[in-house]
């Protein structure tokens, strides 16, 4: 299943970030609170956007406290935001300051004369402008450029192309295709698991094939929910679809991980959540990692999931776990060794009745 991802274009598209570290780490978490500022439905984003439809030019540039001399000419305006007075202050030459919080707009028709001798790899007088003068103070500029119609934000030394509304709701409407198809993977997977482990006849392959699905399901949602930052108050569904599509996964794959390496359990999803994406592809690189040991050999665990699904009372569940070593040996115990634990016919009873419902269920493909 892992080269279905491979040998798909559009997903190794939407992965290629992961096999270089999360997008959130190369530019930086307080990079997403800018693009949050400029996300449709914000008065920022409705100026920028009406300089895309005006095919005008603009330089915008928040006053952090560190401009200093850079800054030059134009006059004061010390006015209160608005797109509408954004756009008509651009239709001048310079830049436009606004304040931290741009709430204010405090200057028009400035120049900006960052050092030269910062490297730029932008080519036109603005872009140059406004990635120097953001690497120099460390604030957010903004440049739109009439030419190339497109809005290029710049915060200390990461840059990015801010994509029209549209354009982010189809990509993210596409990611969520791959989600979907994802959480089938992993329903499928997680019923094959539940069944083998109640038939004590699981592997760490099979292990780590639905650990494996989980982890690739949060590296596609980091993807929609950076889309969902761009998108704003437009993303209302995406975000509702990816909520019901995540509902219960990180649940599961922390059961998973208690039944197999008890209070070690974080310290394996962090294992986990370090791996690189194109390693985290190949179930065996997981085996290796977390099992050390050889993918196909035989493996029970505790029985904290299966047995939470139960109706059996939570201090019973952890007398079973307590007294067995695993659920192979819960199941396969004598009805002598159980009444010790149990310490009744009825009780015993049940417990069979309940065991006996729960392969039911899983035997006929029904959620647990």
């Excluded at 201090?315 to 010790?340: K, M, P, Q, T």
Aim: proline share 2%.
């Amino acid at each position: 299943m892992a080269n279905e991802i491979k040998e798909n274009p559009k997903t190794e598209e939407l992965f290629l970030p992961f096999s270089k570290g999360n997008l959130e780490g190369e530019l930086g978490k307080d990079f997403m609170d800018v693009l949050k500022m400029v996300a449709p439905g914000t008065s920022l984003r409705v100026a920028l956007d009406d300089f895309l439809n005006a095919k005008m030019g603009a330089l915008i540039v928040v006053d952090n406290g560190n401009l200093g001399d850079i800054v030059e000419g134009g006059f004061r305006v010390d006015t209160k935001f608005s797109a509408q007075k954004l756009v008509e202050l651009a239709k001048m030459d310079g830049a436009i300051i606004l304040s931290k919080d741009v709430k204010e707009i405090l200057n028009a028709n400035t120049l900006l004369y960052p050092s030269i001798t910062i490297p730029t790899k932008e080519t036109g007088t603005r872009h140059k402008a406004a990635e120097r003068t953001s690497k120099q103070t460390k604030t957010i500029v903004i440049a739109v450029s009439e030419r190339k119609n497109k809005i290029s934000l710049y915060y200390g030394d990461a840059s990015y192309q801010l994509q029209r509304s549209s354009e982010v709701l189809r990509r993210a409407s596409e990611t969520l295709q791959i989600l979907e198809k994802q959480r089938d993977i992993f329903d499928e997977l997680l019923s094959n698991l539940n069944s083998l482990e109640l038939r004590r006849h699981a592997t760490i392959n099979d292990v780590c094939i639905v650990l494996q699905r989980v982890e690739i399901m949060k590296r596609v949602s980091e993807v929609v929910q950076r889309y969902l930052i761009e998108l704003g108050q437009e993303g209302v569904i995406v975000k509702m679809r990816l909520k019901e599509l995540m509902s219960g996964l990180s649940k599961e794959e922390e059961l998973i991980l208690k039944d197999y390496f008890g209070s070690n359990h974080s310290s394996s999803l962090e294992i986990l959540e370090r791996m690189d994406f194109d390693f985290l592809l190949e179930p065996m690189n997981i085996s290796r990692l977390l099992f050390e040991e050889i993918h196909d050999k035989n493996i029970s665990p505790k029985g904290i999931r299966l047995l939470g699904r139960t109706n059996l009372l939570e201090r019973y569940v952890d007398l079973l776990i307590g007294n067995f070593e695993n659920l192979s040996e819960i199941i396969g115990a004598s009805n002598e060794e159980l009444l010790e634990v149990l310490e009744s016919e009825a009780m015993l009873s049940f417990f069979r009745e309940e065991i006996y419902n729960l392969k039911e269920k899983i035997n006929l493909g029904k959620g647990l």
